[in-house]
């Protein structure tokens, strides 16, 4: 028994991929840290900035901690029915984000296990939904809604917000669904499953991370919205929170604390969604588009 040693060529190639792993890289740490500061400070801005009084804000450094913080501006934003846009803005969201995932579902299990040419090709035209413009529309979605006699009311607003989210979520879940095995199809297929019992029993449980990320995805969306709600209603209860800052902004024009807290209510509750579907989020872009 002969022992054969290793060639200087392979000991070589391991100490360089060695060096490679631990080599470090100051520009993209240096980058990192300004695109850090850049993102920070503006938060940090607008949170210190809602802490104080109007005659604070016109008389202090921007950036340093308010001497006598007040939370005079959150109550003064609570105060002007803020609970009410919250609402609003919580039935738009949650409800175009089911009808979107049910939407969704269905139609990218159609295009995965569909046998029909022309159903498969359906996929080519989410694709091309993609590629129009919000703004493009608008005039088009508020003459519909005025014909189906929608305009003013909450539904107005999740329609056009389902039409322009499906494309996205099929794309996802359609790239996530190709990736089952069809064995498990088929062996389900064999034991007698219809094709509603495989898309509940089998495809939603396996994609159930991809639903995840395309809910937070579109709720994302439909919360900060705004041209919709400006265009499609105009009754003050009505409002959702977008809208509603952009109207705290002409009522307090000159109290830029006030406007500023109001920025940040508004943006604690899908901060809290963000955090807890943060990781899901963006492994399921990142899967859904590499593949």
């Known amino acids: 028994m002969t022992l054969t040693r290793p060639s200087t060529k392979s000991a070589r190639t391991q100490k360089t991929e060695r060096r490679t792993r631990t080599e470090r890289n100051p520009l993209g740490a240096l980058g990192g840290v300004l695109w850090l500061i850049l993102v920070i400070v503006p938060i940090y801005w607008i949170v210190v900035t809602s802490l104080r009084s109007q005659s604070g804000f016109f008389g202090a450094n921007p950036l340093a901690l308010p001497t006598h913080p007040t939370f005079d501006n959150y109550r003064l934003v609570l105060n002007n029915n803020y609970f009410q846009y919250l609402s609003n803005s919580f039935i738009v969201t949650v409800g175009s984000v089911l009808l979107t995932l049910a939407v969704s ?11 029909n040419r022309l159903l498969r090709g359906s996929f080519t035209l989410f694709l091309f939904g993609l590629a129009i413009p919000l703004q493009a529309t608008i005039i088009p979605i ?11 009311t909450l539904l107005a607003l999740v329609l056009p917000s389902v039409a322009f989210a499906i494309p996205i979520t099929v794309v996802i879940l359609t790239n996530f669904l190709r990736d089952v095995p069809n064995e498990l199809f088929e062996s389900m297929r064999i034991d007698g499953a219809g094709e509603w019992r495989m898309l509940w029993s089998l495809a939603m449980p396996l994609v159930r991370p991809a639903i995840t990320t395309v809910a937070v995805y579109d709720a994302l969306q439909v919360w900060n919205g705004f041209l919709f709600p ?26 830029v604390p006030a406007i ?17 579907g943060r990781r899901q989020l963006v492994s399921g872009l990142t899967a859904g588009f590499s593949k």
């Not at 579902?105 to 046998?115: E, I, L, N, Q, S």
């Not at 508020?142 to 929608?150: E, S, V």
């Not at 500023?260 to 807890?276: C, F, H, K, Q, W």
């Open 105 to 115: 579902v269905m139609a990218a299990y159609a295009v995965v296990r569909g046998t």
């Open 142 to 152: 508020y003459y519909l809604i005025i014909k189906m006699q929608l305009y003013d």
């Open 230 to 255: 400006l265009i499609l209603t105009q009754s003050p209860n009505l409002r959702v929170l977008p809208l509603a800052l952009f109207s705290f902004q002409g009522q307090f024009t000159v109290n």
């Open 260 to 276: 500023l807290a109001s920025v940040v209510l508004s943006t604690l509750p899908i901060l809290a969604l963000y955090i807890v």
